[in-house]
């Protein structure tokens, strides 16, 4: 599976006044585009033709609430073990921009980004771009002059308007629909599910693992015609002792390694990952060993991320409802009888009482975190909002490092600390730990 010859990192032009740096071009995005988020397809689009861009390889496109990192990463390291030179584009990132883009497992250098980032310059002329499209297009640029053979790319929000939409999917997947970022999606699992639903295709494979999907998706998957693929239906899993097995349709995966990440949902999201490649597989073929080995050892940063203690520290980008109540779930498994201490922080577009409600019954001292930026919660006004939850707060703490550090003082070797609440609480935890030199991965 060898791939075809890497077209140089050139972009059209490269005029003298852009940035020369991966962190300049960043804080360009950033700073040039009045709104972080602007949905829509039409500027996009018209940039992406100008590229030139059409992901000739197998596509496979993953939406959801929750759940679709993981599986991206499933898929990403299926394909890698099976030889293939996968592109995967996902969003966030924790630590770095280069976390977003990678190929073949592996990130990319500054100065390909650099190229990428002039190319989509050079072609969108007058058309404003955000920070996110602009990443977007510059990361299938990147796929397309090193020619990957499959490529991985997660929704950034929502879907039908979401820039990764621009691109043709050969196999579009939904892990979950939920209640989040409802300014902009709608304020009902319904609204919500129709917006994720704009990435399925007509007569082309939309794998749905959620277990309880909105009539309107899978409404618009029929009527649209894509081949509808749901986790109950098509997909069954049957659970078993140190393993699990799969059945799409007539078609048997047996003897299936448990995920890395811990959680029941997370089979739902290993099977959405089997059920793409199951839908591609005349086109990507794998092995069961790559199958087994990629899911085996697939594991994101920041989902239920464990640095070993004393005290044992959780990491967990869980911020919205339904994400903290997994979380709270594979706590009570993990820490019966265990005094769990959670340092938390929020943006304030989130559902804070959403997120601290289902994890009330188990954490016995909470430790509230201001977050940086014109959407972080400050330590303050997230204790109040606490308050209101019933939940009391000793003394909130400006970021992130003081908030961990309270909680490390008040542990006692044997106690837990969860951090959680937003990828920005995560990353910050992360940096700490690893000054200190704690063996946290990045």
Not at 195 to 202: D, L, T
Not at 362 to 367: K, M
Request: proline share 7%.
């Amino acid at each position: 599976m060898n791939s075809p010859a890497s077209r140089a990192l050139q972009p059209a032009r490269s005029p003298s006044t852009l940035p020369d740096s991966l962190p300049d071009w960043l804080a360009l995005l950033e700073a040039r585009h009045p709104k972080a988020i602007d949905l829509g397809l039409d500027r996009v689009d018209a940039v992406r033709r100008r590229l030139g861009l059409a992901l000739s390889c197998p596509v496979i496109t993953v939406g959801g609430t929750n759940g679709k990192g993981s599986t991206c990463a499933y898929l990403e390291a299926v394909l890698v073990d099976a030889g293939y030179k996968v592109g995967c584009y996902t969003s966030p990132h924790l630590l770095h921009y280069r976390e977003r883009v990678r190929v073949g497992g592996e990130e990319l250098s500054d100065a390909q980004h650099v190229a990428a980032f002039a190319a989509v310059e050079a072609a969108r002329g007058d058309t404003p771009l955000t920070y996110f499209e602009h990443g977007t297009l510059a990361a299938a640029w990147l796929f397309d002059r090193l020619g990957v053979e499959a490529a991985v790319l997660e929704v950034g929000l929502g879907g039908r308007l979401d820039a990764v939409n621009v691109f043709e999917p050969d196999c579009a997947v939904i892990t979950s629909v939920d209640l989040d970022h409802q300014a902009y999606l709608g304020n009902t699992r319904e609204a919500i599910g129709r917006e994720k639903a704009g990435i399925f295709r007509a007569g082309r494979p939309a794998v749905v693992t959620d277990p309880d999907p909105p009539e309107s998706l899978l409404g618009y998957a029929r009527a649209l015609g894509a081949g509808l693929l749901r986790l109950g239906s098509e997909i069954r899993l049957e659970a078993g002792k140190g393993g699990w097995a799969c059945r799409i349709g007539t078609r048997y995966y047996p003897a299936l390694p448990s995920p890395a990440l811990p959680g029941e949902f997370q089979l739902a999201n290993a099977a959405a990952a089997v059920a793409a490649l199951d839908a591609l597989r005349e086109r990507l073929p794998v092995t069961m060993q790559a199958l087994s080995t990629g899911l085996a050892r697939a594991r994101p940063p920041g989902r239920f991320q464990v640095v070993p203690g004393p005290p044992m520290i959780i990491l967990d980008v869980a911020h919205n409802p339904q994400a903290a109540g997994a979380l709270a779930t594979n706590l009570a498994r993990l820490a019966a009888g265990k005094r769990i201490l959670a340092v938390l922080g929020m943006l304030c577009d989130k559902d804070v009482a959403g997120v601290v409600r289902p994890m009330q019954a188990i954490v016995n001292s909470w430790f509230v975190a201001g977050l940086p930026g014109p959407r972080g919660l400050s330590g303050e006004m997230l204790g109040r909002l606490l308050a209101v939850e019933g939940i009391e707060v000793a003394l909130p703490h400006a970021d992130v490092p003081h908030a961990l550090k309270a909680a490390c003082a008040s542990a006692g070797p044997a106690d837990i600390i969860v951090v959680f609440g937003s990828f920005y609480t995560v990353a910050a935890a992360v940096n700490i730990l690893q000054h200190r030199g704690m063996g946290v991965a990045g």
